[in-house]
């Protein structure tokens, strides 16, 4: 899986390039996002404008990514799509778990401010 990687200050802006994370690829995201994690990556801002489906072996590589940088850091996500945003509202992931914004200016700005 292709991911395209941008420093902005503390924060790493990623963004995966398929249309899908599901089970083919989520593996292979996760493993990813583990490396940029240990490259001493903590700010990560995932941008999802490309991801058009999400299954839930997806939201388990997402999860996962979350609970690798714990407290040390922090994960936002956004440009999330409307079939995307019914996955994560139905699974109430929206609500407490993740931190969502509707675009990089909004998700960049909520990192600074604490990283």
């Given at each position: ?29 996760k493993s990813h996002m583990v490396d940029y994690i240990l ?45 995307v945003a019914k996955l994560f509202s139905i699974t109430r ?23």
């Open positions: 899986m292709d991911i395209e990687t941008k420093k902005e200050g503390a924060v790493l802006l990623a963004k995966p390039l398929s249309g899908r994370l599901d089970a083919g690829n989520a593996p292979e995201f490259q001493d990556n903590m700010y990560i801002a995932i941008d999802l404008s490309e991801v058009e489906f999400m299954d839930s072996s997806g939201l388990s590589a997402l999860l996962s990514t979350l609970k690798t940088i714990g407290d040390r850091g922090r994960l936002v996500l956004f440009g999330i799509c409307p079939n992931l929206d609500r407490g778990v993740f931190e969502i914004h509707e675009d990089r200016k909004s998700a960049i700005q909520s990192m600074n401010r604490v990283a």
